[in-house]
């Protein structure tokens, strides 16, 4: 299909991109109302091994930190870091089933994980429908990370972990996040029909004829 016949399309069936764009639009803002909101709470902390005095090396330093950093940030999904959260004096409810893979993929759901290159920095975020609980986790996995941390490694007290920032809960629902959900959706339908036309669509007959017209002439 050449440009103007597209063109001449897309002015034709204006209305009807519209009015798909903004049902898909609807339809999104429908299920974004579904899903269960919840809150986020974030924290970061620092991964530092000590190094003797003499023999400081900010290259080795580096790269130490950021193996240490993906070390921890696999340890964080594991049986036995999520038992030791679970039993942290912090007090965090046990609402996670007692299926061991299923709690995994519970607990994969609820916490986020990211680590900031180069630095010895892990970023973790919580989410819970509970405000106060996504803090709670939070706290429970970073106060588990900085007294217990020995634990999941072989650093013995070389290995230091500090919280540095947070916990920082925000005050609404952080998921989902339904106008953006609806911009997305809108967008999407727009794009959708669009190709649609692009790929399928026809012009009307009196533009075909108004053409053939002008080639007559």
């Not at 999407?188 to 004829?209: C, D, H, N, Q, S």
């Amino acid at each position: 299909m050449n440009q103007e016949n597209f063109w001449k399309i897309i002015k034709q069936k204006l209305k009807v991109i519209f009015v798909v764009s903004f049902v898909v639009a609807a339809c999104v803002f429908t299920i974004s109302t579904i899903i269960k909101p919840k809150y986020r709470s974030d924290i970061s902390v620092l991964v530092v091994q000590k190094q003797p005095e003499d023999k400081v090396d900010a290259f080795s330093a580096a790269k130490s930190a950021e193996y240490l950093s993906d070390i921890f940030s696999k340890i964080i999904f594991t049986d036995s870091f999520i038992d030791d959260v679970l039993q942290s004096p912090v007090g965090v409810k046990n609402v996670y089933s007692t299926n061991k893979e299923d709690r995994k993929k519970e607990w994969e759901k609820e916490v986020s994980v990211k680590k900031v290159n180069n630095t010895g920095i892990i970023e973790i975020s919580v989410f819970d429908p509970s405000r106060k609980e996504a803090e709670k986790v939070a706290q429970a996995i970073a106060s588990n990370l900085a007294t217990n941390n020995q634990k999941y490694h072989g650093g013995g007290d070389k290995i230091v972990i500090s919280v540095i920032d947070g916990p920082v809960t925000t005050q609404n629902p952080a998921t989902p996040n339904i106008p953006l959900n609806i911009l997305i959706g809108f967008v999407m339908g727009l794009i959708g029909t669009v190709g649609y036309l692009y790929f399928f669509g026809k012009e009307e007959p009196e533009y075909r004829a108004l053409d053939h017209y002008h080639e007559i002439r």
